[in-house]
Each structure stands twice: as C-alpha cells, then as structure tokens.
C-alpha cells in the first residue's frame, strides 16, 4: 500500500484561494521527500502536475487538515482535473482532534512539532502572493512533522475504528457545509432590529419612572480634604466649608444594560444579596437570577437582557480582534452565512459553531424565521426524538433490565405511564414542560440552583408553592429554602427514584475517577474532566455520535435513490441531535424520510438498546422545521 505524506502551500485560505504555488511529499515507508513546484528550487524539474498526478494514484494521502484545506483547495483550484478519493484520506487534524479535543497546546503542525520534540522548526513565513525558496522550506518542513504525527496517531485506526471513521467522514461533510452556508433574510433581519429597538426604548421608558436619576460619586476615590483657606479664585469658591470633606457628584441616568446599576437599584429599594459574584468580586446578574426575584422590576430587567440578546444576536458589532458579530455582519456576496464549523472542538464530540454561532440562534421563533431556504427550495428540519432520555436508557439497561427502555417506547401520555408523567410526579413539578426542563437540566449537567430555579418557575407558572413537604424540604417560619437547596433535593429524587440511576451514577463515577476517561459508544476515549459530570459527559457523547454515524449515511442513500446533493438537497446546518437541509420541493418529503431512516440505522449499528426514531418537518425557515 502506498501512503504518501503531502502538505501544499497556496495564496490564501478557501474562499479567496486562486493559485496553489507548492507541494510537498513524503513516501511514509521510504521517508523520500519531493518537492513539487513549477518555479524550480528543490524539484529538480518535478512540477506540480507531477506532483498532482501522483496523489492520485496513492493508496492513502495523509494531510494534517486535508479534508478541510488541502483538498477543497486542490479541487478549487483544478476543478475535476485530478480526481482525489477523498476517501483516501488520513487526516491527522482529525486524528488529534479525536484523540483528545482539549489536547494540550492544540493541535497546529507549530504545537505538535514542539510536542514531538522534531528537531525541525516551523518556518515562518508571511507572503503568499508567490512562490520562494523559504515557502519552499517552510511546506518541506510541515510534511516532515505530518510524518512524525501520523507516525504518533496512526495507532488510533486499530484503537478505535468506528470512531476514526465516522469523524473523517464528518469532517468532510462538515466542510461541505461550511462552504455551502446557510441563507438569511436580511429584509427580516432589520426588521426584527426595529422590533428590538422598539422594545427596548419601552422598556427604557418604564425605568425611567421606576429609577430616576440619582447622583453618584464621580470617582471612586474617597472624598478629599479641602485647604483650611480657598482661594477666591477656586471654582468652589463659596460652596464648599473650609477643612471639611468633599466629593464630587454626577447625576446618573439609569442604564438597564448596566448589571452594575441594576444590581445597585435592587439592593437599594430592597436590600437585594446577590447569591453570586464575579471572580472580579463584581454580583452575578442574569435572566435566570433575574426570573427567580419576586419584585416586579426583576421580571423587568430580564425581559429587557433577552431584547438586548436578541439584538445582538443579529447586529452585534465584530470585535477588535475579529471575533464575535451578529448575523448581519457575516452574510457573503452570495446572501449565505458560512459560519466556522469544528466537529470536535467539545470534548463530547458535539460540534461548536463560531463566525457566527448560529448553534446558539435564539428558539424565539422571530429569530428562526431569518434562517432561510433557497429561491425555488424548503426546508427540512430532522429532528431526533427523546435522544438525551434515550441515551440515558441504553446505559441503565443492565441495571434496570430495560425498564426504562419499555417506559420511553411504550409509555402513554394519557394514561400517565410515560417517563415525563412520571417524572412530575416524583419531582412534585405542575407542568409537563418544565418537569422536561428539569430532566434535561439534570442531563445535561444543570447546577443544584439552575434545578431549583427551574422548579421555582414550575410553581410559578402554576400560581402555586414548591411543594417543599413532598420533596422532603424542611422549611422554618417564612422563609423559603433557596434554589440550590431545592434543587440538590430534585437531584437527589431523581437519582434515587429512577430505576438503576443511583448504581449508574456511581458504576460511572468510579470509573472516571479510577482511569480519568470512558469509553464512548463507538469506542473514543472520553476525557472527563470531573467525576461528577461524567455520566453527563458520557450521554451528551452518546447523543452526538448517534447524529454522526447517521449522517455519514445520509449522502450515499440519497444517492442510491438518484438525488444529487447540491442539485436536490445540502445539509445547511447541524444543531446536536437536529439537521436543517436545503432540498427542492419535489424530494423534500423523501428526503427527510431517509434521514428519519439513517437515525434509526446508526442506533441499530451501534448496538443501541433503545429503538430511535426522529421527526422531519418541512417548510421555508428555521420557524416552521423545529
């Protein structure tokens, strides 16, 4: 088998990429080194067409990013001209990334050279409008420490198989996405900027009538002796005493963006403690702290943060060092959104979203509406049903000999033996949807105080009390127990009250706390970092590898059934356990079929013990598919 090690130089990243000037290339059994260029130096007359060509005999190419630079370049720039397998491809950015997601110091060619010690620095090197002999030295040198690092990771094919698979396939359907972007409806985008503006002056409007001005201290510096005797000429003069202490004053106008003021009001008018500060020392002010207060002006101040999220959300100015933005900030030529995707940047395995992140676009059913399809295209949104639970299911199998499994499958709503009737019950919660707040809450790692407030917002929305008598709460005289005391009871219930859950709890904690890692589903190393969370961890990884390993179906069945992707339909976004799809109207139906399909075939070879299933539904935005 022929493995050739390979890394290009070009003239600049993907989207403005033109000419490719360099490529170098290592013979993995031999260790030879070729250099391919049109202009000379080490080539020894070896152009790039050469070069090029034999890529594409090879039986794997190993690339440290290959299948999110070096062959989308390649492709760019020569369209179909040298037709690379992607399949080929070893990717060691892969590699790395799955080996551990929070490896120290990263996982640049820069840090794995330092990491292996390779006696070969990498070259800096600032102008890519042409070709050079230290461009020539610096694309030589990183196919030298590819080498070492494929040498160091190529262990992880054996190790763990399913996994490595998976995330090389992921990878390429991730860039493909990327490319593809996501439309937005910037008409509806500044609307929703009026809405929130004019929200937001209503709001301002109501603080001022609830807070007006007060005057502060115009430093904080403590207030300054004056001299015994001020000169005629002072611009005090005649206001101030001699001798006594001054402090200069400002009037201030409320500020609701202010956590700083909104703190200061509440302690004011009600002698408000917040229950958390700031490592800076400064009080912790959020909606969530926010909604659980009882004074009107709380409920206030969290409506007018949401408004203000929102805001941003869509037209939050890019920062200084090019980060962060709102969606309207990040629309290309094309009228798409093409946010920076990495399929492993969490150590779960989920993919983060940046540039911006649309992962994070508010469920406000506003905001969904400006994510949109194509002219002449829908929707479709897939959504898997019940994965956290049924995560959590497979893994109490032994311990509960399925129970859990049968509850989640055949489980009646209305005859009250379904998993989230009988979580109200042993929750002592109101309402089915925030007994399912507080499950997931506790799925996904939710503090003892987030809980609470959960609970707290139950009763409230019930017009009723925590039922602190049914969750074993003592309570003395008129004052409530506080959320994170709620709440460690909740958890306590819940890990107590569920079949197996206590055994699992611990079987997991001692593991992690024995070896520091678990074992995924598809067998990857799970880094925990507390013993505490990793069952969390363990669930959440669960869950995304099931979307993984159904995606890498997706493309080649829509295939089999004669759809061409791009033409007929594209994965335009992935959100955890939900794919949005771009599809032509006449083949939105099945296409969501399939998909629906693919979910309930990765559990099924992935020797899952709970049946999937997911949901798809169609329309022309974000609003109408989830």
Not at 65 to 74: F, Q, R, S, T
Not at 103 to 120: C, D, I, K, N, Y
Not at 250 to 263: H, L, Y
Request: glycine fraction near 10%.
């Amino acid at each position: 088998m022929t493995t050739l090690i390979v890394d290009l130089e070009a003239d600049g990243l993907l989207p403005e990429l033109t000419t490719i000037w360099q490529l170098s290339i290592i013979d993995a059994d031999t260790g030879e080194l070729g250099s391919y260029n049109d202009h000379g130096g080490l080539t020894h007359g070896r152009s790039l067409d050469a070069g090029l060509r034999r890529l594409v005999g090879a039986d794997r190419l190993v690339f440290h990013h290959g299948l999110g630079y070096d062959l989308p370049a390649i492709t760019k720039v020569y369209g179909d001209r040298y037709p690379l397998d992607w399949g080929k491809v070893c990717d060691t950015l892969v590699l790395s990334r799955l080996g551990n997601p929070e490896r120290q110091g990263g996982h640049s060619l820069e840090s794995w050279g330092e990491r292996l010690a390779v006696p070969l620095a990498k070259v800096e090197h600032e102008d890519w409008t042409r070709w050079s002999f230290k461009m020539e030295h610096r694309c030589n040198t990183d196919a030298k420490i590819t080498l070492e690092v494929y040498k160091r990771l190529v262990g992880m094919y054996e190790a763990m198989p399913q996994a490595v698979a998976t995330e090389h396939v992921i990878a390429h359907e991730v860039m493909k996405v990327i490319q593809r972007g996501f439309r937005l409806d910037t008409e509806h985008c500044q609307t929703l900027i009026n809405i929130f503006l004019k929200e937001q002056e209503a709001l301002k409007e109501e603080f001022r009538l609830l807070f007006p001005p007060v005057l502060v201290p115009k430093s904080r510096t403590k207030p300054a002796k004056v001299l015994k005797n001020i000169n005629k000429n002072h611009p005090m003069a005649g206001k101030l005493t001699p001798g006594e202490a001054y402090c200069p004053l400002d009037v201030e106008e409320f500020n609701p963006g202010s956590r700083q003021q909104i703190t200061r009001r509440l302690v004011s008018k009600y002698g408000w403690k917040p229950p958390h500060y700031t490592p800076s020392g400064m009080a912790e002010v959020s909606e969530d702290i926010l909604r659980e207060l009882p004074y009107e002006e709380a409920q206030r101040f969290a409506d007018y943060l949401v408004v203000d999220k929102l805001l941003g959300q869509v037209n939050a100015p890019i920062k200084a060092n090019g980060s962060g933005g709102g969606w309207l900030h990040h629309v290309k030529a094309d009228g798409r959104v093409h946010a920076s995707l990495n399929p492993l940047k969490a150590v779960t395995g989920r993919l983060s979203c940046s540039s911006p992140n649309v992962q994070q676009a508010s469920t406000d059913k506003r905001m969904r509406k400006a994510w949109i399809a194509a002219p002449g295209k829908v929707l479709v949104g897939v959504d898997s049903k019940g994965l956290e639970l049924r995560c959590l299911s497979h893994y109490l199998w032994p311990f509960d000999g399925g129970a859990y499994v049968k509850m989640l499958v055949e489980g009646d709503e209305e005859k009250g033996t379904d998993v989230h009737t009988a979580a109200m019950r042993l929750l002592c919660f109101n309402i089915r949807e925030e007994v399912k707040r507080a499950e997931y809450g506790w799925l996904y790692g939710a503090g003892d105080a987030k809980l609470g407030l959960i609970a707290y917002q139950d009763a409230y929305k019930a017009g009723k009390d925590i039922d602190y008598a049914g969750l074993g709460i003592p309570v003395k005289g008129k004052r409530k127990p506080p959320n994170n005391v709620v709440g460690k009871a909740l958890r306590s219930r819940l890990e107590e009250g569920i079949t197996g859950l206590g055994p699992l709890v611990n079987a997991i904690r001692a593991k992690a706390k024995e070896t520091g890692k678990l074992r995924g589903l598809d067998g990857r190393t799970l880094w925990i970092r507390s013993e505490h969370s990793a069952l969390n961890f363990l669930l959440q990884s669960a869950g995304i590898i099931i979307v993984k390993k159904a995606w890498t179906f997706i493309c080649p069945e829509l295939s089999t059934r004669g759809l061409v992707e791009d033409r007929d339909y594209g994965v335009v976004m992935q959100v955890h356990d939900e794919f949005q799809i771009e599809a032509l109207p006449e083949v939105a139906e099945e296409v969501g079929k399939v998909v629906v399909e693919c979910i309930f075939r990765a559990g099924r070879e992935l020797g899952f013990r709970c049946p999937l299933t997911a949901t798809a539904k169609i329309g022309p935005d974000w609003s109408r598919t989830h």
